[in-house]
């Protein structure tokens, strides 16, 4: 698969953009609705954005940098040491807005080497599960686009058959020159 062809898959239409956008309001209001008997509405609205913010943009980062640059391209060890990299990265801007922006009453509770692999591996779950429908969806595409193209060529490889000359149309005429030649040598020469 060419660069070209990736960054081709990879171009919204007016449909995909509004199924992101439905897509993540859904993903935002499943956050809020999931901490909403936990504290006041105002946190759990700046706790639900923040979480939203980050997991959004690590797809994004993903889906549109690494997986076209380094997965597709075959550099799996790269891709793999990048994408570890952004979730741990993810993992620790989480953990950051939650001690520092968020006030929690039982943030004590737990040691920070817990709570940031907390947020890693739940960062790592959700940004490959988002990740996988978008690199399933252009696998999709591309399929059916081969698919396309390979009866394309079929066509033109059968308009092109029939544009030959009939074989049959062939043999009849050579077969009425050679009848000519016995009966009339001149009737013959005027056929060719």
């Known amino acids: 698969m060419t660069q070209l062809s990736i960054e081709e898959e990879n171009k919204f239409s007016g449909r ?3 199924f992101h956008l439905v897509f993540w309001i859904l993903f935002y209001l499943y956050l809020v609705w999931d901490a909403y008997f936990e504290a006041k509405i105002s ?3 700046l706790d639900s954005f923040i979480y939203f913010f980050v997991t959004a943009s690590l797809v994004y980062l ?3 940098w690494l997986v076209p640059r380094f997965l597709f391209a075959r550099r799996y060890v790269v891709y793999a040491i990048l994408f570890l990299a952004i979730i741990l990265c993810g993992g620790g801007i989480k953990q950051i807005a939650y001690t520092f922006i ?3 009453d039982d943030a004590n509770d737990y040691p920070y080497s817990y709570i940031f692999f907390t947020w890693a591996f739940k960062t790592l779950f959700e940004v490959s599960a988002i990740s996988s429908l978008k690199i399933i969806q252009n696998w999709f595409k591309i399929r059916d686009r081969l698919r396309m193209e390979e009866n394309k ?4 490889e059968l308009k092109f058959l029939k544009a030959q000359m009939n074989p049959h149309f062939l043999f009849n005429t050579l077969n009425n020159i050679y009848f000519l030649i016995g009966r009339d040598k001149n009737a013959a020469a005027v056929t060719m």
């Open 102 to 104: 968020i006030p929690a």
């Open 16 to 18: 995909e953009w509004i």
């Open 62 to 64: 993903n889906v549109y």
């Open 153 to 156: 060529r079929l066509s033109a």
């Open 43 to 45: 946190i759990v609205l």
